[in-house]
C-alpha cells in the first residue's frame, strides 16, 4: 500500500491512497468464501455454487464488503504509520473502480485537532470590575422572599385595585351570541398578571363586591381560535371576593422558616452569597477577557467536528436544565437547528479558547497529577452540598476521571496567565466606559 498525505489547510488534511491488486484480489477471493457459506441459489447446495453463478449474483455485495474492507484497513493503518490525529470518520471523496488484478485507489479528506502554536500570552493588560457594596441588596432579596411567602387574604377594601385576586364568574359573547368555553364560575384571577385578554384585568380595577360589569376588549389577531380571533367581544362579569396578598413579617420567626436563628443571621448569610456570586461573576468576565484577548493575538482554523460537539454539549446542557424546570427548546419558540444556528459562533469560540488553553500548557508543560483528583472532589461536594461518595461515585469512570484531569490543567493555566497578566481593578461605571472605548477605538 502507498500514501500520500497532502495538507488542505491547518485542521484538514487529503490522503491518497494505492491499494496493491494482490491486496485486491486476496480480498475478493475472501469475500465470495464468506458469501458462498450463506448463498441460497436455486438448483445448488449452500456453498456449492460456482464462482461464475456466484458472481453473476452476488457481485454488489461483494464489492461492498471488498471497499469497506480495503478502506477500513488502509486508512486506520495510514493513520497509525503517519500519525494522523484524525478526530472525525473520513470523508472519501473519490474512488477507483474494483476490478480483479488492477490496484484500487482512493482519496480521503479527514478533519485534524490542531496543535495551536500560542504566542504572546504573557505580559496581558486586563481590567477587572472591583467588587463594590450595594447595601440595597440584602434588602431587596429579603423582600423578595417576604412576597414569594405571601398569603392570600380578604380585602378590606370594597373596590378592586391592582394586584388584587378576585373571585369572578364571567361569560363572553360575539355579536351577541355566547362562545365556546368563554364561560366560567368562581374563577380566581390575579389583575396585572395579564393572563386574560388584553385590557380585561384593567376594566376590573375599581369594580366593587357583588358588582357586576361589562367587559368590552378584542381578541388579538394572533389569537389562538381563529374564530374569535381580531373579533371584539363583551364579557359579562360578577365580581364575588377581593383578595390581597400580605405578606410575612421580616423578624426571627420568618427566618426560622428558612433554617436560620433570627432575622440577622438570614441577612449576613443573604449577605455572603450575594458576595461569593458577584465575586465569582466578577472572576469568570475577567477569565472571559483574557481567554478573548489570547484567541485575539493567535488567529486560527477550528475542525467543524469540534465546533459540533460543542454545539451538541451546549444543547444538551440547556435541554436538561429545562427540562428540569418542565419547559422545552419549543417552549423557548427553539428547537435544535434554530438554536445552533443561534449559538454557533459561541461554539466557535469556545473550541477556541480550549485550543489556546491546551496549547498553553503544552508549551509551558503544565500537568495535573492524578493524586490532585481527590482534593477536587471534596471541592465539589462542598459546592454542590452533596455527599463525598455520590460525588466520587459519579467520577468514578476513566472518562470522568480523565476529564477532571483536564480541568485541574485548565485551572493551572489559567493561574499562571493571570499571574503572568497586569490586572487592574476598576469600578463598575469606569469599566463599561473603558470598554466602550476600546471598541470604539
Known amino acids: 500500500m502507498n500514501v500520500t498525505i497532502e495538507d488542505i489547510s491547518s485542521v484538514k488534511k487529503k490522503l491518497s491512497f494505492e491499494v496493491a491488486p494482490e491486496t485486491v484480489d486476496a480480498a475478493i477471493e475472501k469475500a465470495y468464501q464468506k458469501i458462498a457459506k450463506t448463498s441460497k441459489i436455486k438448483g445448488f447446495r449452500p456453498g456449492k455454487a460456482p464462482r461464475s453463478v456466484l458472481e453473476k449474483h452476488y457481485a454488489p455485495q461483494m464489492e461492498e464488503q471488498v471497499l469497506g474492507r480495503l478502506i477500513n484497513d488502509s486508512y486506520f493503518k495510514a493513520l497509525v504509520e503517519h500519525r494522523v490525529a484524525a478526530i472525525a470518520d473520513p470523508e472519501i471523496v473519490e474512488s477507483s473502480p474494483l476490478q480483479k488484478g488492477q490496484t484500487f485507489t482512493y482519496q480521503a479528506h479527514v478533519e485534524i485537532k490542531p496543535e495551536v502554536e500560542v504566542k504572546d500570552y504573557t505580559g496581558l493588560t486586563l481590567q477587572k ?45 360575539v355579536d351577541g351570541v355566547a362562545f365556546d368555553g368563554g364561560k366560567a364560575e368562581g374563577h380566581q384571577l390575579e389583575l396585572g398578571s395579564s393572563s386574560f385578554i388584553p385590557g380585561f384585568e384593567e376594566q376590573l380595577e375599581g369594580v366593587k363586591k357583588g358588582e357586576e360589569k361589562d367587559v368590552e376588549v378584542t381578541f388579538p389577531e394572533e389569537y389562538g381560535n381563529k374564530d374569535l380571533a381580531g373579533k371584539p367581544a363583551i364579557f359579562k362579569v360578577k365580581l364575588h371576593e377581593i383578595k390581597e396578598k400580605v405578606a410575612p413579617e421580616l423578624n426571627d420567626d420568618f427566618a426560622k422558616g428558612f433554617g436560620l ?64 424546570q418542565g419547559m422545552s427548546l419549543e417552549m423557548m419558540g427553539m428547537n435544535a437547528e434554530s438554536f445552533k ?75 499562571f496567565l493571570l499571574e503572568n497578566s497586569t490586572v487592574e481593578e476598576v469600578p463598575k461605571d469606569q469599566l463599561v466606559a473603558s470598554d466602550q472605548e476600546q471598541s470604539e477605538a
Do not use: C, W
Open 129 to 173: 470590575e472591583k467588587f463594590e457594596e450595594d447595601p440595597t441588596v440584602v434588602d431587596a432579596r429579603l423582600e423578595e422572599m417576604a412576597a414569594g411567602g405571601a398569603q392570600l387574604q380578604d380585602a378590606e377594601r370594597d373596590a378592586a385595585q391592582n394586584g388584587d385576586t378576585v373571585i369572578i364568574d364571567f361569560e363572553g359573547f
Open 261 to 324: 436563628e433570627s432575622l440577622q443571621e438570614l441577612r449576613e448569610k443573604l449577605d455572603e452569597n450575594h458576595r461569593t456570586q458577584e465575586k465569582n461573576r466578577i472572576d469568570g468576565d475577567l477569565r472571559e477577557k483574557l481567554v478573548a484577548a489570547l484567541i485575539e493575538r493567535n488567529p486560527m482554523e477550528v475542525p467543524e467536528t469540534m465546533v459540533a460537539s460543542q454545539l451538541d454539549y451546549m444543547l444538551g446542557n440547556i435541554s436538561n436544565r429545562l427540562k428540569q
Open 341 to 415: 444556528q443561534m449559538y454557533r459562533e459561541t461554539a466557535v469560540s469556545q473550541v477556541k479558547g480550549s485550543l489556546v488553553m491546551e496549547g498553553v500548557a503544552r508549551q509551558e508543560k503544565i500537568q495535573a497529577d492524578p493524586s490532585e483528583i481527590d482534593g477536587k472532589l471534596e471541592e465539589i461536594a462542598k459546592m454542590s452540598n452533596a455527599p463525598l461518595d455520590a460525588v466520587k461515585k459519579h467520577y468514578a469512570s476513566d472518562e470522568a476521571r480523565q476529564g477532571l484531569l483536564a480541568q485541574l490543567v485548565e485551572e493551572k493555566v489559567m493561574q
